[in-house]
């Protein structure tokens, strides 16, 4: 199946399907939380500057990221006083560099940071709010991976498969090409973690003595918040280590015989995977 992507360049995709996933994350919290008892506006305010803090986050990776071509940038304006053929203007630069990519992960560590610091000043419990956000993360960033893919950015290898994307009018993508549908299939992906998280957060609530968020001491049947997030992060990291060998776009860097993403997959594997496995062996959450 060949899909063809065209007269896409006026859609707003991130802005839509952006707004998308957050609506839907919305209205899976006010279903959970129904479920646990949690309080629906601490969750909400929280799960707003998580968002925030993600948005920040992956911003401020992104652009540390290309600090080895802002530099080259900059030299050359110092030089020549003009960038590139002089059709661009400082200011424009500057414009389309906050315009421009989001880093993902970045948006995970930002999003985590907030969420930690905002449950610290209020005294919300920290093990409650990880437990029912958490998998609004692969919801919402599915809709994003669908904006990606309307949009053209972050796109796949060349393809001669069965499934692939031909863009006739795209900014990011190679024109007229046939490429692997990489952000559908992370999108898939993510979906599938969605469904997954939701599953072992309804398990808990029908593990008797179990109370919301936290094992009974001793047992190892349920999961606590902590463990739901690292739970999450560890599946992402799989997906998308595999991912990114099947993805085009070069931007995203490289370094040895991995992209930036998948050394970042690796560290999260690094820490995540012993963390967890003493968290259950003990019992207990291991705080992060």
Same mark, same amino acid.
């Given at each position: 199946?060949?899909?063809?992507?065209?007269? %896409?360049?006026?859609?707003?995709?991130?802005?839509?399907?952006?707004? !998308?996933?957050? %609506?839907? &994350?919305?209205?899976?919290?006010?279903?959970?939380?129904?479920?646990?008892?949690?309080?629906?506006?601490?969750?909400?305010?929280?799960?707003?500057?998580?968002?925030?803090?993600?948005?920040?986050?992956?911003?401020?990776?992104?652009?540390? +990221?290309?600090?080895?071509?802002?530099?080259?940038?900059?030299?050359?304006? $110092?030089?020549?006083?003009?960038?590139?053929?002089?059709? $661009?203007? $400082?200011?424009?630069?500057?414009?389309?560099?906050?315009?421009?990519?989001?880093?993902?992960?970045?948006?995970?560590?930002?999003?985590? +940071?907030?969420?930690?610091?905002?449950?610290?000043?209020?005294?919300?419990?920290?093990?409650?709010?990880?437990?029912?956000?958490? /998998? !609004?993360? /692969?919801?919402?960033?599915?809709?994003?991976? *669908? &904006?990606?893919?309307?949009?053209?950015?972050?796109?796949?290898?060349?393809?001669?498969?069965?499934?692939?994307?031909?863009?006739?009018?795209?900014?990011?993508? /190679?024109?007229?090409?046939?490429?692997?549908?990489?952000?559908?299939?992370?999108?898939?992906?993510?979906? *599938?973690?969605?469904?997954?998280?939701?599953?072992?957060?309804?398990?808990?609530?029908?593990?008797?003595?179990?109370?919301?968020?936290?094992?009974?001491?001793? =047992?190892?049947? &349920?999961?606590? &918040?902590?463990?739901?997030?690292?739970?999450?992060?560890?599946?992402?990291?799989?997906?998308?280590?595999? +991912?990114?060998?099947?993805?085009?776009?070069?931007?995203?860097?490289?370094?040895?015989?991995?992209?930036?993403?998948?050394? $970042?997959?690796?560290?999260?594997?690094?820490?995540?995977? /012993?963390?967890?496995?003493?968290?259950?062996?003990?019992?207990? !959450?291991? =705080?992060?």
């Amino acid at each position: 199946m060949k899909v063809i992507l065209d007269n %896409i360049e006026n859609i707003p995709a991130y802005g839509i399907l952006g707004t !998308a996933g957050v %609506i839907c &994350g919305i209205v899976y919290l006010w279903v959970i939380t129904r479920k646990t008892g949690v309080d629906f506006n601490d969750v909400i305010y929280v799960y707003v500057w998580s968002a925030i803090g993600a948005m920040v986050g992956a911003k401020l990776l992104y652009i540390l +990221l290309e600090i080895p071509h802002i530099t080259g940038v900059l030299r050359q304006y $110092i030089a020549l006083g003009s960038i590139g053929d002089g059709s $661009i203007t $400082i200011k424009d630069y500057a414009v389309g560099l906050l315009r421009g990519g989001f880093v993902f992960y970045g948006g995970v560590f930002g999003g985590l +940071l907030s969420l930690v610091l905002v449950c610290r000043y209020f005294r919300y419990d920290r093990d409650s709010m990880f437990m029912v956000i958490t /998998p !609004a993360l /692969p919801l919402a960033h599915a809709f994003g991976r *669908v &904006g990606c893919t309307v949009a053209g950015c972050c796109y796949g290898i060349e393809t001669d498969g069965i499934i692939s994307i031909v863009y006739h009018n795209s900014r990011y993508a /190679p024109v007229g090409v046939r490429l692997f549908p990489v952000q559908l299939v992370e999108a898939a992906g993510d979906i *599938v973690i969605f469904i997954i998280l939701v599953y072992i957060i309804l398990r808990n609530l029908n593990i008797k003595n179990v109370a919301f968020g936290y094992k009974k001491s001793g =047992s190892h049947v &349920g999961f606590s &918040g902590h463990e739901v997030l690292y739970i999450y992060l560890l599946m992402y990291a799989v997906l998308r280590f595999v +991912l990114e060998f099947l993805r085009g776009d070069a931007v995203r860097g490289h370094w040895l015989f991995f992209s930036t993403s998948q050394w $970042i997959c690796i560290l999260v594997l690094m820490y995540v995977i /012993p963390v967890l496995l003493k968290s259950r062996k003990a019992g207990k !959450a291991v =705080s992060c």
